[in-house]
């Protein structure tokens, strides 16, 4: 996006702003007037009477729908955390989940038919023009296959792409500047976090992408009793179409609906904590975009209710060493260990190597245990979450972009686990799904699971084993002198009989550095440092060697 684009861009942002008179809202702060006076004589503040007389809540959620599908996700988002809003703007931005304002029916039907290559009336038994829904980046649309099987239409708005670059070039642009000009820029990386969401929601642009996201969410809960998740019916799916099985239960937040449901509602909200963390430790593999009008209950089993899941543009998935770490670090927090929690962010490199770790674990102390053994009723999240910035300012914490988008789904969860039962021990809950997840990781049990996955591979690998050792051996003959040198005493010393007890050993320290010399090797060809078991042998080697010389002088 050019500077003039981008230029452009701002200024019809502000126009929004002053049309719906929220510089009372966002400007208040002393230092703010020259920007409130500019508000105040805006053209559009002053032809937006009627506008301004709409409760503060409207106006800041027709703001938000007028300036784009990016802004209308920061509204989803908020609308989750009512401990961090007053309740007549969480209300509102609630709307914005599945009631952001359709386009047209007609220009629905095109998009579909242009899709499939066919009417809708000969790909489809029935098709209903009026949206049961509409969100920022599509549409959807009730219908019927040929065979009578209820299904959705889901159709992308049209020009979502461009209308979203757009707004994506303005953070970028605005990301670059903070980076460069604030002074906590370069730890909160906000280019590299602009960045993860780029990729994030133009991936939601992509629906044969979204429903093969379904199709694996579906095949992981293919027999859960806590998670359904519709099919996807492939097809009838294009890159702007989705179709899947219509589903029907009551919206996550219709608390009134599963009250007078009797639904257990305190088996409710520990069932979305254990779905959720299934999702990521077990699968590796998460529902990303887990707001309420995303989410349903089956209430046909009062005792125990069920989660229905839909729209899956946005799913998540973290890399082995970074699930290990967030799971460990979570373990030590419910068990109160600061200290393990203040090593392993220095272990993952998420805070600066010279850190002073006592110091940086009692900061952690002082934040978190306050929290500990209440409900989340209780709990001002928003407290929490100011102090732990504070805290991360001071110890120069960077933000992991990687980790954003699990954040960000996290506290959809802790939402909704306020508004389903408040009096919900959010870490009683957790803590033992994350310990067996770990449990299952280390030990006999993941030993014995990583050697079956393995064992098909060794087929392809043995018979290039020996060219591998012959390359490591070629490379360390520059650096593996000594190491060569004491092989050639040992099997000397092995040759003039030394004794079977000697052989023995001389035969074990030839072992032991031999496998020293391959580790080194091998770390070189994959350009990591020398493992310490690499040491531990060869030392091992060398004292067993010094000893048998000594003998035999």
């Known amino acids: 996006m050019s500077i003039v684009g981008e230029t452009i861009r701002f200024a019809s942002i502000q126009r929004v702003l002053a049309r719906y008179a929220l510089d009372d809202v966002l400007f208040r702060a002393p230092a703010a007037w020259p920007l409130r006076l500019v508000f105040k004589f805006a053209p559009d503040r002053i032809l937006s009477r009627e506008t301004r007389a709409l409760p503060r809540a409207v106006r800041v959620h027709r703001a938000l729908e007028d300036l784009g599908p990016i802004f209308v996700k920061l509204g989803q988002t908020l609308s989750t955390r009512r401990d961090l809003l007053p309740d007549d703007i969480a209300d509102e931005l609630a709307k914005l989940q599945d009631q952001v304002t359709p386009f047209d029916s007609a220009q629905a039907r095109t998009l579909i038919e242009d899709a499939l290559g066919q009417t809708v009336d000969e790909a489809f038994g029935s098709f209903e023009s009026e949206p049961l829904a509409s969100a920022s980046i599509a549409q959807v649309h009730a219908a019927t296959l040929k065979d009578g099987r209820e299904v959705v239409v889901k159709v992308l708005r049209p020009d979502m792409e461009k209308i979203i670059r757009r707004d994506i070039g303005l953070m970028y642009h ?27 929601i133009f991936d939601e642009l992509d629906l044969v992408r979204e429903g093969a996201n379904a199709a694996q969410l579906r095949r992981n809960f293919v027999d859960s009793e806590n998670l359904y998740v519709p099919e996807i019916f492939w097809d009838y799916t294009r890159q702007n179409v989705l179709v899947m099985e ?56 009062p005792d125990k209710p069920k989660y229905i899941a839909v729209d899956f543009g946005i799913v998540g998935s973290l890399t082995e060493r970074d699930r290990r770490y967030l799971a460990e670090n979570l373990v030590a927090f419910f068990h109160r260990d600061y200290a393990r929690v203040a090593r392993l962010h220095v272990e993952t490199g998420w805070v600066p190597a010279d850190t002073r770790v006592e110091d940086f ?86 030993l014995g699971k990583r050697l079956r996955d393995e064992a098909p591979g060794w087929g392809e690998v043995l018979p290039e084993l020996p060219r591998l050792v012959h390359t490591v051996l070629k490379q360390q003959q520059d650096v593996g002198g000594v190491q060569r040198a004491q092989l050639q ?46 040491l531990m042998l060869g030392g091992a080697g060398v004292f067993v060697w010094l000893v048998l010389v000594l003998r035999a002088g």
């Open 174 to 200: 605005v990301a670059r500047l903070a980076e460069k000009y604030w002074p906590d820029g370069r730890r909160l990386r906000p280019v590299e976090v602009v960045a993860e969401f780029e990729k994030t």
């Open 246 to 301: 219509r589903i029907y239960g009551v919206q996550v937040s219709d608390m009134a609906t599963l009250k007078s449901a009797n639904v257990n509602m305190l088996a409710l909200a520990e069932r979305g904590v254990e779905v959720f963390f299934t999702q990521v430790f077990r699968d590796n593999f998460f529902h990303a975009d887990m707001h309420p009008g995303n989410i349903f209950i089956d209430v046909s089993n």
């Open 361 to 446: 674990e009692a900061a952690i102390r002082t934040v978190c245990e306050p929290i500990f053994e209440k409900p989340l009723a209780e709990i001002s999240f928003g407290l929490v979450l100011i102090r732990l910035f504070q805290t991360a300012r001071r110890f120069n914490m960077q933000v992991q972009p990687q980790l954003v988008l699990l954040e960000k789904t996290m506290l959809h969860i802790e939402g909704l686990g306020r508004v389903l039962y408040p009096e919900l021990d959010l870490w009683k809950t957790a803590k033992p799904q994350i310990e067996r997840w770990l449990s299952e990781q280390v030990g006999h049990r993941a």
């Open 489 to 534: 005493q040992l099997v000397e010393n092995t040759r003039q009989g030394k004794g079977q007890r000697s052989s023995l050993l001389a035969m074990g320290a030839g072992v032991a550095v031999l496998s020293a010399t391959l580790l080194a090797g091998f770390a070189q060809l994959a350009g990591e440092a020398t493992p310490s078991i690499s």
